[in-house]
């Protein structure tokens, strides 16, 4: 009796391909053929899931961003049962810094396909921006929330720092990515910046700050 085949999880591992050769090669240097000698298939086989290396990226990039929430989570859950609205600001703004394997991919790849939809008309077409505005819009409701709970400095406005926040969590980013400082001094810069807009560095207000992530 024939093998059946699981065809989402044969996508998901030509898409996992796809992510290890360009965190190698860079996404602009990536053929379907090399995908399909990562993943270890004949590229019919690539070509038979992903018609076009279009959609192949495209695919890869919602893996890339599924992969991102699912590391966003886990160190919300590594912060604590009931992490306060700090530890979650913390926890989504330091997911995509490149201190490991896996986040240093992320940043890698997901700049390359920012650049690379600048020239190409199929990429360009996608909504690259709804990812990050998702992001703006969480944080900024994680700022709301803390605000209305007296854990901000006075002043603050909510959607303003989170702009900041997220620019300069890119920012950061990119100059790990590129040995202009540690993943130390990125992160102590990030924590300079959250200590601040909160009142309290510690983890004051404790209280429901991943439910509000997750609602984000």
Known sequence: MPKRV?????????????????????LHAVGMRDVAAEAGVSL?????????????????????????????AARVRAAGGDPGPRATVEALLTAALPTDEESR?????????AVLSVTDPA?????????????EDALTGLLRR?????????????????????ALSSGLGTGVLVGQRSPEAALSALHYRLDRIFLDGSAAGRGHGGDDLARG
Do not use: C, N
């Open 6 to 26: 699981d065809h989402a999880v044969r996508r998901a591992e030509i898409a996992e391909a796809l992510l290890r050769v360009a965190a190698r090669r860079g």
């Open 44 to 72: 019919r086989l690539v070509q038979y899931y992903f018609e076009t290396k279009e959609k192949l990226l495209l695919h890869g990039l919602r893996q890339l961003t599924e992969r991102f929430g699912e590391r966003v």
């Open 105 to 113: 991919v992320f940043h890698l790849v997901y700049t390359s396909y």
């Open 123 to 135: 990429l360009a077409a996608q909504p690259f921006v709804k990812d990050p505005d998702a992001a």
């Open 146 to 166: 803390a605000q209305e709970r007296g854990l901000l400095r006075p002043g603050v406005d909510a959607r303003s720092e989170a702009v900041g926040l997220l």
